[in-house]
């Protein structure tokens, strides 16, 4: 019975199973805590003025839907004022998801960047990460259009992002505002008045007129003086289309003949008081001899004037007129 008995356990295999296991525990915490173990990060404080409900620590960070960093602390009341109903929630920034995912410049490279960034409509609010489970996550974004920011530490212990309502909540909000029980009675009055005008209608004495309208317009269609009004209409727009196509073929044959009779009579006309044409030349003979024969008529008029006697006598030799 002796040799079915175990044997006594080993201290030192206990040991180094145990040592083992808290190695591997080790690693696996440095293995998904090494992110922000080994990397920095920069803590940002925001105020929500909705219920959390669904946002939970280490819930997600995102900018414009990449993920930067994770919630912090999710705290109901933090350095405000005691009327102040806001519920503050600490974010993480990590600065290695940071530059590995918005290359270049960005806006959380020192804290007077994000206060300029700030300046200029970053804003964060609370988004679903899930409509299934409710889930919620924290999204950051630039809205040139935003609000202004609204503070709410007392003391600056974190840099503080202003937030917005989402798109649903401003939906409701503004449903809030509604008067229900005035557009109600609103309504009331409209269905009431629309009810007493429709009750005025004398939906009779409209059917009647109608019906002896349509039937004077029956009348005045199929009246004889409307038909043979079209009859003639019709006559008149046939013979002016007929007149249109006599004009188009022999009135326009006949133009053409006459235009190009113009046209030859122009050109023998400036053929003719060209500068080398015969009749020019003769006519400018004439015209010289027309001009001497009126010089020597203006020379004998004058002479005449001075001696009125000579038609008598004759014109007196020189040398007797220089006497």
Known sequence: MLTLMSK??????????IFLGLVL???????????????????????????????NEGAPVKFRGVTIGSVSQVMIRYNQATNDEA???????????????????????????????ISHGLRA?????????????????NDPSAPPAVYHQLVPVYVEIPSR????????????????????????????RADSVLAGIKMDEINRDLTNLLISANQV????????????????LDQYRALGANVNTNTLVEL????????????NFRDTLSADSSLRNELGTT????????????????????????????RKPISEMNK
Do not use: W
């Open 221 to 236: 269609v199929k009246a004889p003086d409307i038909t043979n009004a079209f009859t003639s209409l019709k006559t008149a």
């Open 25 to 55: 525990l080790v690693g696996g915490l440095l293995l998904f805590t090494s992110s922000k173990l080994f990397s920095r990060t920069a803590k940002f404080i925001v105020y929500f003025d909705n219920t959390l409900s669904g946002l």
């Open 165 to 192: 309502p989402t798109d649903i909540q401003r939906l409701m909000q503004n449903l809030a505002k509604i008067d229900l029980p005035d557009l109600q009675q609103r309504l009331d009055s409209l269905i009431s």
């Open 256 to 267: 053409n003949r006459a235009l190009e009779q113009v046209r030859g009579g122009m050109q």
């Open 287 to 314: 015209l010289e001899q027309l001009t001497d024969a009126a010089q020597s008529v203006s020379a004998l008029a004058d002479y005449l004037r001075n001696h009125p006697n000579g038609i008598l006598t004759g």
């Open 8 to 17: 006594k356990a080993n201290p030192t295999a206990i040991g180094i199973f």
């Open 125 to 141: 609010k609370l988004e679903t990460e899930s409509l299934v489970t409710g889930v919620l996550y924290v999204e950051l974004e």
């Open 87 to 117: 519920m503050p929630v600490i974010i993480e920034v990590q600065e290695d998801l940071v530059r590995r995912r918005l290359v270049g410049p960005t806006i959380f490279k020192n804290i007077q960047s994000v206060d300029k960034e």
